[in-house]
């Protein structure tokens, strides 16, 4: 927990794709992919990757010289790369943008972040391909993005950080790991202890009823005994009276 960061310094897919970095397995198909891939840094870029922005999110329509126009409000811009279709030409809806002082780099970063741009809000973060140790781009499972409507959702960068894990003292993870299994157990074992009991109340119950039905026959029985005693003794009464 001492070297716990809400933001990656090594990207790792498996960490990447869980809320807290503390998955032990992944939990989508995109994981697997970037934890097989082999990925390397395309060596044709070519610039100071610590004073590159990457910006995301653009309007397919956005051009190079809009880019320009936004950005060098920040500072001095040394190169622009609107990453296009390499057969269609058409905007991919990324770019690169390096400058030539930190400074400017700074500003932008902290102030570009969700512009509207041709009607797009856009995402600005520093560039990860080179800077980043161990990054898997987007397209082969990896990266920070990603949508809750596809199950793919990463973790770890400027737009979704790391949750701090809940560190709970050894008492308590003694009290819910060890005896987490007892206490399960014990509540099943009552719960079927509890249902069985009541299904012998039930066919103690249905074995009560005869025994009722037979007593209150045979009391029912006893009374016209009884009855037919008192009658004779009337009987002999009256014939002594006479």
């Known amino acids: 927990m001492a070297d716990w960061a809400p933001i990656a310094k090594e990207y790792d897919p498996l960490k990447a794709g869980s809320i807290d970095g503390t998955d032990e397995e992944p939990h989508d198909r995109a994981i697997w992919r970037a934890m097989l891939a ?9 610039g100071d990757p610590h004073l590159t922005l990457f910006v995301a999110r653009l309007n397919l329509q956005t051009t190079e010289e809009k880019l320009k126009e936004v950005f060098s409000r920040y500072g001095d811009i040394r190169k622009i790369r609107l990453v296009r279709d390499l057969v269609t030409g058409f905007s991919k809806g990324y770019a690169f943008i390096e400058y030539k002082e930190e400074r400017a780099l700074l500003k932008a970063h902290r102030d570009a972040n969700r512009l509207v741009i041709d009607q797009h809000e856009i995402f ?39 949750r701090k894990p809940i560190n709970l003292p050894n008492m ?29 109340h039930d066919r103690s119950r249905d074995k009560r009823w005869p025994e009722r039905e037979r007593s209150w026959a045979w009391g029912d029985s006893e009374r016209e005994r009884d009855s037919k005693e008192e009658r004779s003794r009337g009987r002999e009464r009256k014939d002594r009276d006479r």
């Open 38 to 46: 082999r990925y390397e840094p395309n060596k044709g870029v070519t």
């Open 124 to 162: 600005v973060d520093f560039e990860l391909e080179r800077t980043l140790k161990g990054w898997i781009p987007r397209r082969l499972g990896g990266g920070f993005g990603g949508k809750k409507e596809s199950g793919q959702l990463r973790f770890g960068g400027r737009d979704r950080p790391f």
């Open 172 to 200: 308590k993870n003694d009290f819910y790991g060890e005896g987490s299994s007892e206490k399960r157990n014990w509540s099943r074992e009552g719960t079927r202890d509890w249902r069985t009991r009541d299904r012998d």
